[in-house]
C-alpha cells in the first residue's frame, strides 16, 4: 500500500482476506490503518452491526448483541479484538477483559493521529504492523 508522500508500508500481507476480527466500535473501520487493512483487505468483522452502531451512539446495546459480543471470545470465533483506544467505556472495557481472558489478542486502534512522536505515515505502518502482529503471532499492542 502506498500511503501520503509515497512512502509504502506492507498493509495486510499476513492478513487473509475473510479473517475473523472483532471491532467494537464501526469507526474502527474508517480510521487509521484500518480502513485500508480491514475494509478492502477482505477481513470479516463479526461484531453486530447494531452493537456497533450503539456504542458508538452511547446507547444501551441489547442483551443479545452484549451476549452474542461475549461468546466471540469464549468460544474463540475471532483471530483479535479491534478496539478505539480513544472512545472506551465501562462495556468496551468489558469486552476488552473478555478478550484478555480469552487469549484472544488486542489491538488499540486511534481515530486521530496519536502524538507525540507520529507522522501520518508512522501511525498507519504502526497500526498494520500490530495488526499483522497480532495475527500471526497472537501478540497484543492496545497503546501506540
Known amino acids: ?10 498493509a495486510g500481507t499476513e492478513v487473509d482476506a475473510g479473517e475473523a476480527v472483532d471491532a467494537g466500535d464501526p469507526g474502527i473501520y474508517y480510521c487509521g490503518a484500518c480502513a485500508t487493512d480491514l475494509d478492502c483487505g477482505g477481513t470479516d468483522n463479526m461484531t453486530p452491526w447494531t452493537l456497533q452502531a450503539d456504542i458508538m451512539n452511547g446507547v444501551d446495546p441489547s442483551p443479545q448483541n452484549v451476549s452474542l459480543q461475549e ?10 479484538f479491534l478496539y478505539n483506544q480513544q472512545v472506551t467505556d465501562s462495556l468496551t472495557e468489558t469486552f476488552l477483559a473478555d478478550a484478555h481472558n480469552a487469549g484472544i489478542p488486542v489491538v488499540g486502534v486511534y481515530e486521530t493521529m496519536p502524538t507525540p512522536g507520529y507522522t501520518y505515515q508512522t501511525w ?9 502482529k497480532a495475527v500471526t503471532s497472537k501478540v497484543s499492542t492496545e497503546h501506540l
Open 1 to 10: 500500500m502506498t500511503i501520503d508522500g509515497g512512502t509504502e508500508i506492507d
Open 71 to 80: 461468546s466471540l471470545f469464549s468460544e474463540h470465533k475471532v483471530k483479535v
Open 124 to 132: 498507519m505502518e504502526a497500526e498494520v504492523n500490530a495488526l499483522n
